[in-house]
């Protein structure tokens, strides 16, 4: 019986929390919980029913993003001076107004920002697809490290959140910088964000690193179907324009989604080769 990478990757994180979270009773009952619950699954796998638990140990992962995303939440409460958000805004109205960004996407009218909006409400499903690309590659051997490297990306960049508490563009700015088209997907994506969205930190973009690296995940583990990586990158720098230009996130924020995925790709991607080089064995 043994965890996947994933798994042990998990345990790891929800430790983390745990350690750092202001609410520490209950993350450490999360993290003892998830714990247990990798432990089941490949327990499951190796004693009773193999085909389920290895079809769960290949999506459950992808569910506990979203409790990792809401514990985040616990860090709310602690003091910001906004200091950060100040700095960032500069750079942001420099690459809206005097790079022509707003103009540019605004220049067709509700086309381009739909599409954007589009885009970023996606997101959400990009770890699913992910992971339905594989079985539907017949690929399914791969799914363990796509997940991976999902996770490294989306948890990497929570991870970060309690050390850059900070407010969303839209929210700390008021009305200024605010796209001139209002679209009903960007009052969607309003919704979700306003309603069911966290208020701790939106530095690092998870957004931004979740999908860069589900495209660094089918390069790096379907190198034969690089349109699917090509098209995952295409996807991600829209995702990473839709949220500077929707105040979703500052564009800072974006370039360091951008180099967590990276990071997480570079590393995942060194621990593994080690592994191509030793003997098959007898």
Known sequence: MRLRGSEWFLVAYFAYVAAISPAHVPALIIAVLVAVLAL?????????NAEVFR?????VPLGLTLLAYREMDWFSGLPKDHHLEFRWIEWDRWLLYQGHLQRAIESLGSLIPNYLELCYLLVYAVGPFAVAAV???????????????YLAGTLGAYALFPYFLSDPP???FGDTDLPNIVTALRRFNLSIVGGYGIHSSVFPSAHVSS???????????????KRFGWGMTI??????????????????DAVAGLGVSLAAAMILFALRRPLRHLPDPA
Do not use: N, Q
């Not at 079809?55 to 999506?59: E, L």
């Not at 996807?235 to 800072?252: L, M, P």
């Open 211 to 225: 999908a860069f690296s589900a495209a660094w995940a089918f390069f790096l583990y379907l190198p034969d179907k």
């Open 135 to 149: 079985y539907g590659l017949k690929r399914r051997e791969a799914a363990k490290d796509v997940v991976f490297l």
């Open 235 to 252: 996807y991600a720098v829209s995702v990473a324009i839709a949220t500077v230009y929707g105040r979703y996130h500052y564009a800072v």
């Open 55 to 59: 079809v769960a140990r290949d999506w």
């Open 40 to 48: 089941v699954m490949a327990h499951g796998e190796v004693r009773a």
């Open 170 to 172: 839209r929210t700390l």
